[in-house]
């Protein structure tokens, strides 16, 4: 039995779409939340786990941020995928057929323009794939379902328009974790994540982020979040150009260290080329 990879959703879904594409090696195994596929990799039952963190559409994961800090797993790659949305609809429908698309929340606004060209309604499902799944099932060619090609594959349907999305751009970026860390070079550019809070002392930001600048370390991601719902109580998630033997990041961090109360790295991994 080949080493599986969690992913959340059900198949067909993107996730499963960026295990394909990124370890066609491993065995993907659908999880109902993140959290699921968290803990498929600390129990052992998966030896990664493939979590979206960012689409160049709709911004970031809501949640993720959140729950990688305390996972107990390293980031060990990173992954661009890129996300094209088709109609899809049971064997014999015609997009003249169809009357209502399903597909989850954040995909409908992403087609806006094709569903209103087509006098097509969306309408809201819980997954992109379960929306596959349902329309399969109900075999009524007046509906369709707005999800992957992989969908199609996965549920006998057919594609009856491809790449249907308002915007070319349109990339999720998925990180894959390990419970083991890798810290070697793997690549030419190599990234670092980390979390971080800063002392409540003023201007605490300002100076923690000044080692990275003197220091000349590209810092490619600076997000906040807070952290168990306070105000007050602010963590950083940062991915900076390079790797912690680098003289340069040593000393960014050294310095970053003195303005803070906590620091941890989430993984050490190689720029995947289509970061560029």
Avoid at 25 to 47: K, L, Q, W, Y
Avoid at 101 to 124: D, E, F, I
Avoid at 125 to 143: I, L, P, Q
């Amino acid at each position: 039995m080949s080493a599986r990879i969690a992913f959340q959703g059900e198949p067909g879904a993107y996730s499963h779409q960026a295990c394909v594409e990124t370890r066609p090696e491993h065995e993907p195994m659908p999880c109902r939340t993140f959290e699921d596929v968290i803990e498929a990799v600390n129990s052992g039952a998966a030896e990664l786990a493939m979590l979206p963190v960012e689409n160049t559409t709709y911004g970031r994961v809501a949640d993720i941020h959140r729950l990688l800090p305390a996972s107990g797993l390293h980031i060990v790659d990173e992954a661009f995928v890129r996300v094209h949305i088709n109609v899809l609809g049971v064997p014999g429908a015609k997009v003249s057929d169809i009357k209502t698309a399903y597909s989850h929340l954040v995909l409908l606004p992403q087609c806006t323009r094709w569903l209103q060209a087509n006098k097509v309604r969306g309408a809201v499902s819980t997954d992109n794939a379960r929306a596959a799944r349902d329309v399969a099932e109900a075999g009524d060619k007046t509906v369709a379902a707005l999800a992957s090609e992989l969908a199609a594959d996965v549920y006998g349907l057919e594609v009856l328009a491809r790449h249907i999305e308002d915007e070319d751009h349109n990339t999720t970026r998925f990180l894959v974790m390990s419970k083991t860390p890798d810290l070697s070079r793997r690549g030419d550019t190599m990234t670092t994540t980390f979390v971080f809070r800063v002392r409540n002392i003023p201007a605490a930001l300002y100076k923690a982020m000044g080692g990275f600048a003197t220091n000349s370390v590209n810092m490619t991601k600076l997000e906040s979040y807070m952290v168990d719902g306070s105000f007050s109580a602010t963590q950083f998630y940062a991915d900076v150009e390079g790797h912690p033997d680098d003289k340069n990041v040593q000393l960014a961090l050294a310095e970053l260290e003195y303005f803070t109360s906590e620091i941890k790295i989430l993984g050490v991994y190689p720029a995947d080329p289509k970061r560029r």
